[in-house]
């Protein structure tokens, strides 16, 4: 099957190589693995001690973050590999300063997983949440090289649990310990023969009670605020854009709106700010202007999300509205805003948690969107404790990176 499977992704590395040629994305995803072993090559000596984090993406880069960031300290002699596996993760992240190396990761071919290793060669390796490459996972219990996956999270519907499953099943054996973040992932493990099992929680609430710990004032936004009452859209769609501009369009109330999409492409900036009817302003003309004269500001930059959410009263958190996926709901809830949400949100632990807390709210429709926002809005009482509420489901939380890290000391 091993042999089946990397025939399968040979003959795939061709093909986007192809589709390369008509997508800018899938450009990125090809060229960027071309220098990977040059890079190791130049920057991990032969005697250096390397530890290897492996994330999907962007979030999954935020979840890894604490334990990235702990084990820099408790393990200072060592070199720090991160690897991404998609273009949205490597091109935002690739300049970070937690890491040592940061490269693509190769596609899971033999040759590939053998070359990656033999270069790296890490002492300890973290996947996070997920992705499970088995040529990859192979090479590392060929080697005896300590593997863990952190803030891992299974669901039933997984391969894993399939009688059809056993190839995927015997990957997982690679791992020394699963470190996942609820009972039902535990327990499914364990009803396929894994053990070496704890729960230590999802290490992203530890990232996002550091960000309290930073500096997150911004002048451009205390200007705009102007002390009043403020929503931040973030990470925003354009479906969800279809039902929130029309509140901002017939709200009456002195309020200010501040939009940060997830897509910041010139032409669906322009889109947006079309169907505005307020007076809007763009981050990137706000030079020689009065911010505070404007009622909406569009935020066409990336980077600046997580430090506006400091300024919000109420915070609406984009993707619910499509199948894009909800995006992160714990940045706004760490600075105790009350959240809003789209319907499409079964896939998110956090959001089901503080949906049934009541410090987030799911509107289905335009009705539901207006009301929730008007009660918000009108309402200094409700919002202060639904943004308890959310603050507090935060703080409780935290402590995944703490239990990893004794695993590993002990």
Known sequence: MLFVYSIIIVLASQLVKLLALFSPKIKLFVDGRKDVFSTLKSKINPNDKTIWFHAASLGEYEQ??????????????????????????????????????????????????????????????????????????????????????????FRENQIFFKWHGGFYRNALKTFDYFFVQNESSKKLLQSIGFNNVKISGDTRFDRV??????????????????????????????????????????????????????????????????????????????????????????????????????????????????????????????FGIPIVIGPNYSNFAEAIALVNMGGCTSVSNQNQLDEVFSNLITNEDVRHEKGHICSTFVQMNKGATAVVLNHLLN
Do not use: C
């Open 64 to 153: 890894g973050l604490p334990v990235m960031e702990a084990t820099k300290i408790k393990f200072p002699e060592h070199k720090i590999i991160l690897t991404f596996f998609s273009p949205s993760g490597f091109e935002v992240l690739k300049n970070n300063t937690v890491a040592d190396v940061t490269i693509y990761l190769p596609l899971d071919t033999l040759s590939n997983a053998s070359a990656f290793l033999k270069l790296a060669h890490p002492e300890m390796v973290f996947f996070i949440k997920y992705e499970y490459w088995p040529n990859y996972l192979n090479e590392l219990k060929k080697h005896n090289i300590k593997t863990y996956l952190i803030s891992g999270i």
């Open 209 to 334: 009670v550091s960000i309290l710990e930073r500096d997150n004032s911004l002048d451009f936004i205390t200007q705009f605020k102007n002390n009043k009452t403020t929503i931040v859209y973030g990470s925003s769609w354009p479906k969800d854009e279809n039902v929130f501009v029309n509140f901002i369009n017939q709200n009456k109330e002195n309020t200010k709106f501040i939009i940060a999409p997830h897509n910041i492409k010139t032409e669906q900036i322009q889109e947006l700010q079309k169907s505005i009817t307020k007076k809007t302003v763009l981050f990137s003309e706000k030079a020689n202007k009065n911010l505070a004269d404007f009622d909406v500001f569009i935020i066409d930059i990336i980077g600046v999300l997580t430090k506006i959410y400091s300024y919000a009263d109420i915070a609406y958190v984009g993707g619910g509205f499509g199948n894009a996926g909800l995006h992160n709901i714990l940045e706004p809830a760490t």
